[in-house]
């Protein structure tokens, strides 16, 4: 099985896939209030037949070249994950999304996760731009983006219905020269 160790802690990332469901639903669980404010993603794994049904979509969308989920282990325990919402090889453009339940905070993991996610999109796929979306309410996903190097293109005011609140999305985004130039040091 695929992993890529994320440090020296005991953390890795993992492509998380069907076979996991029962894993995944017991950790959304765990990250529903967390993940819940800002995103509908642990709204759509409620039971074992919906969490199953999200990774078949990422499963789909992995087959067709449009998209990738991955999990974030600690000591042997999913805490998180990152993803390719969106990934588009014709135009050369993809958006990178998080989560995270409480006990991977404040490790870092989501920007260590996101960093092996953007140098693959980049290096290997020859991505050129990727993004970060985020509510601008949400402090700890825009510390991310700023964390790894992204520059704020702009804000899409009142873009965003959730939960019946109208969310500011914050955009921020890396191009391949920045990102490379960034890792030369």
């Known amino acids: 099985m ?9 953390a890795e990332l993992r492509p998380l896939e069907i076979w996991q469901a029962e894993e995944f639903l017991v950790h959304m669980d765990r990250a529903r209030g967390l993940v819940d404010p800002w995103i509908p993603f642990a709204g759509f794994a409620t039971d074992l037949e919906s969490a199953r049904a999200l990774l078949q979509r990422y499963a789909e969308k992995q087959a067709a070249d449009t998209g990738r989920l991955y999990g974030i282990w600690l000591d042997g325990t999913l805490v998180g994950g990152v993803l390719f919402r969106i ?13 995270l339940e409480p006990a991977g905070e404040g490790r870092g993991l989501v920007t260590r996760a996101a960093r ?46 959730y939960l019946g609140v109208r969310h500011d999305s914050e955009i921020w985004s890396v191009l391949a020269p920045e990102w490379r130039a960034s890792q030369r040091g």
Not at 120 to 149: D, F
């Open 2 to 10: 695929f992993a890529a160790p994320l440090g020296d802690d005991g």
């Open 87 to 99: 990934f588009d090889t014709e135009s050369g453009n993809c958006e990178i999304g998080c989560w």
């Open 116 to 161: 092996k996610l953007i140098d693959w999109a980049i290096e290997e796929r020859g991505m050129h731009r990727v993004e970060w979306h985020a509510s601008a309410a949400n402090t700890r996903s825009v510390a991310v983006a700023k964390r790894l190097g992204m520059t704020r293109d702009g804000v899409l005011r009142q873009n965003y219905l």
